[in-house]
């Protein structure tokens, strides 16, 4: 609060992320929340809180969002956690899901609705369904892919059934509970009516009986639009349902005719034509049941990516948006929630409104956004956010640790061993239209129908086809340079019109014996324009149509880029990462610079990550894997050496060896970047079933051999076999034998590099963010493998541990803890060496807030023999100073005595002769000479980074 008692955002000063789930909730949370003070953490980053699909382990999949959900504990134990961080000066930094909700019909009530009552539904224009889809039998009905198979033959194996449950007949599939239109009820209940009559003659309960009957057949249809009619509806049949319930548990008559009437309906397994008259009623259902394939081609609901499960939500209503963040405001304003992280803001209709309605409704908070942004785009500088949640920072800090000059040498091996050559961005285009014609068909049917409509209203455009709209759409979307545009109204950016003139340039020379005037016509509409010509009517059908079209390029550059070409173009893995650019191979210092002034400049509060829960690598095997772009002459070696070892493990399948030699040099990666440096620390087993898990995956995404929708067990059975045969091969001079020592080769460096990174995040302008456990070694893979438990008892005694080093010592105890540094350093397999930088430098923004949030960033200049194998900057705030000093690039320069003592950083001018203390050792420096410098040797003389506080 500020002096008046009003409410002012907490800007964080560094965050540490936690994943809550089922087995670590409110209660584990506040527990952890002492361990993380000690470290020196400010806020507390969790993954979303509000009641998902039972068994979430994210989060994202919520079904009620004004519910705290219950399996990470109660309401009164998330006071208690909040309490506990208020206490303690942390705030809490909440990830929040504005785009989709799972639509788990037991448990979302809205969902349900929508499946009973159809476009009837009070929720109906809570989702974003077309109700009038390009299928006619699916007017007015929700496309259901959820059966294991064909339609016909789930009905006809019985696995459809219907049940009484609790006054209302539902539906049953495996686990699923299905709603049924209750006007249909009566139908169901007609069969042997008269008997029932005969039998139960004067009885009052068959005259209830027959009431309810009589009241469920006059209820609204599921065409009713009129709001009173559907309430009354909604009354009227929750009252029927609990006459009905009572009377079932009261008449024994009564429950039989329903329990036979049921078993007659739900047909006999070996009589098809006993199934005919459940298939009528499924039919008449708000719902259409399908063959979870089918999704591809028809589905008429907007999902996340192409997530059947996850249903995109209308947030640009604003009845959508009260209703879904009505407890989300309340936790806002109780000063519980402290910072918003919001989960694919792309896939919203219009981002910027949104973030203008939270801004309005929540007041002063911080906010930042999981934008991905793509080569040289920048984040909208309109928007009410503090920016992105990291992903740029990650891939530009890891290209600092990649050596330029060696990408040309680190494509031609791989083109070498592959056998072929390839392009980048060739392997993104047939990625992006391989996506389009398969899992995302039916989102870019429903686009070019809708284009094609507009054509039609044109004499000068309406000789287009539907095929050639359809065929055009899918090339620029392909060929699309960014997630999105943010198109909302006439005022086009110039940088959207860009975007777009790009992708349509881009289209045209890809499809040059395609009718160029197509592309034309579709650049219009993508940029619409109210012009002379131009009817208020027509404008808003362009705009919707390209406001419709941004929201299709986001989920298909996510699932074509990140989860096809990603998993296919093997150069270097380590620059497969969320936000990547295939295109570019490593950054200079310069570069580097330039990239932190700028965010220091625009976005100096955007948070810093370099491991999330989404990433596909972890940090630190990340950093390892770009040692190899230093030693491509090695590299290139042990490679070849390794597969003619391991060519006879692979599987003979029609006369080709499997796996084939791009997925082999996938594998060779992956199992460089997560191996013990330390072979005494190696458990094959809990590393092969990781292994195993992660290869499946990637061979599944890249979608070459073997695909999620369609499995290739022979391709995969080759594959699993080949990994075990590796990880089997202990002979000597077998592949174990020559791998092992390859891994201790470039682990040293890459474990440098991680510490190096690591300071950087620290030190850069925004706010550093820590996934959990990564205060330790991360050498993760990508989900699950990143989101395995945390063993955070092990964390707690490290620290207690190095915590005396953190203290200011005497000048006596410097060489003490000097020794005691080296040989963390030494054996920094344990990873305290990690834990000790971390906490000291967390400890430190702590300590000095300004400084970091809003001090100057200056970059300092090195010289001499290694002068581009080091970066170096400060960080300013008034008279406080702090210099940042850590190397890169070095594995080459290994075994060189004496690496730094013809380097040296000098510092400006206008410092005068600086002096400082080196915070990690304790040591004191002092510039020398007229020309205020110092020699690396003296400042990385104890430790490979430097944090150094200015003296004056």
Sequence with gaps: ??????????????????????????????????????????????????????????????????????????????????????????????????????????????????????????????????????????????????????????????????????GAIVLLYGQQNLPLNPRQTPELLKSNLDDLQHRMNGDPDLREFLSIMTELSNLPTIMERDPSRIEERQREKEVARERLARLFNASAAIQQHIQECLKTINGQVGNPASFDALHRLLEAQAYRLAYWKTASH??????????????????????????????????????????????????????????????????????????????????????????????????????????????????????????????????????????????????????????????????????????????????????????????????????????VTKAIAYAKSMNPAMESSIFDFIRAMLVPKQAPDVTADDFQRHLEFAMKFQQYTAPVQAKGVEDTAFYRYNTLISVNEVGGDLSRFGISVS???????????????????????????????????????????????AVFQWSEINHPRKTLVDGRAYPDPNDEYFLYQALLSIWPADAGSLEIEPLRSRLRDYYLKALREAKRFTSWIRPNEDYEKAAMDFLDKLLSSKETGGFLSLFEPFVRRIAADGMTNSLAQLVLKMASPGVPDFYQGTDLWDWSLVDPDNRRPVNFETRKHL??????????????????????????????????????????CLRYRRLHPDLFLNGAYTPLKITGELADHAIAFAREEGQEKLVVVVPRLIARFKLKTRLWESTRLQFPESWGTFAGQNLFTGEMVKASGSASDLSLSEILSTLPVAWIKGHE
């Excluded at 060929?479 to 086009?492: E, G, K, L």
């Excluded at 932190?596 to 990340?622: C, M």
Aim: hydrophobic residues 35%.
């Design 298 to 499: 028809e589905i008429n609901y907007r999902r996340f990516f192409d997530i059947n499960q996850l249903a995109g939500l209308r947030m640009e209503r604003p009845e959508v948006f009260e209703a879904t963040h009505r407890r989300l405001i309340e936790l806002i304003h109780s000063g519980n929630v402290t910072g918003l992280r919001l989960d694919h803001p792309d896939g919203l209709y219009d981002p910027a409104t949104y973030f203008e309605s939270l801004r309005t409704h929540a007041g002063p908070i911080y906010v930042v956004v999981e934008k991905i942004l793509s080569a040289g785009e920048s984040l909208r500088k309109a928007w009410p956010v503090a920016g992105t949640s990291g992903y740029d920072f990650l891939n530009l800090v890891s290209h600092l640790f990649l050596e330029p000059r060696n990408g040309p040498k680190m494509k031609a091996i791989y083109e070498r061993f592959i056998g072929r050559a390839v392009d980048s961005q060739d392997e993104i285009y047939r990625s992006k239209k391989l996506i389009m014609s398969t899992s995302m068909a039916s989102e870019l049917n429903v686009l070019a129908y809708q284009l094609n409509q507009i054509s039609e209203t044109n004499r000068h455009w309406r000789d287009f086809t539907l095929d050639s709209l359809r065929d055009a759409l899918r090339e620029v979307v392909a060929c699309f340079p960014v997630y999105r545009t943010y198109i909302r109204d006439a005022a086009t950016s110039p940088t959207d019109e860009l975007t």
């Design 1 to 166: 609060m500020d002096e008046n008692g009003s409410r002012k955002e907490r800007i964080p000063v560094s965050t540490y992320r936690l994943q809550l789930h089922r087995g670590f909730g409110f209660r584990n949370a506040q527990d952890l929340l002492p361990y993380l003070n000690q470290l020196g953490v400010t806020d507390c980053y969790t993954s979303p809180i509000l009641k998902a699909r039972p068994g979430s382990t994210h989060g994202y999949d919520i079904i009620n969002h004004n519910v705290l959900n219950p399996e990470l504990g109660t309401d009164t134990e998330y006071d208690d956690l909040s309490r506990s961080l208020k206490e303690l000066k942390m705030g809490h930094l909440l990830d929040f899901v504005p785009n989709h909700m799972g639509n788990d019909s037991d448990n979302n009530p809205w969902w349900r609705d929508v499946l009973e009552n159809g476009p009837s539904s009070p929720f109906a224009g809570f989702f974003d369904i077309d109700w009038r889809p390009l299928k006619p039998e699916l007017k007015n009905k929700v496309l259901l892919p959820i059966l294991g198979d064909q339609y016909g033959a789930v009905l006809e194996r019985g696995e459809l059934r219907l049940s009484f449950d609790d």
């Design 591 to 637: 570069d580097f610079h330039q990239a932190n002034l700028e965010r220091q400049r625009d976005w100096p509060h955007a948070l810093l990550a370099t491991a999330t829960h989404d990433t596909k690598h972890g940090e630190d095997s990340r950093m390892r894997l770009n040692v190899l772009s230093e030693l491509p002459e090695e590299w290139d070696q």
């Design 799 to 840: 620290l207690q541990e190095i915590e005396p080093l953190i203290n200011p010592a005497k000048e006596s105890d410097l060489p003490a803890r000097r020794a005691t540094l080296r040989q963390l350093l030494l054996q920094w397999e344990d990873g305290r060496i990690k834990l000790f930088l971390t906490m000291a």
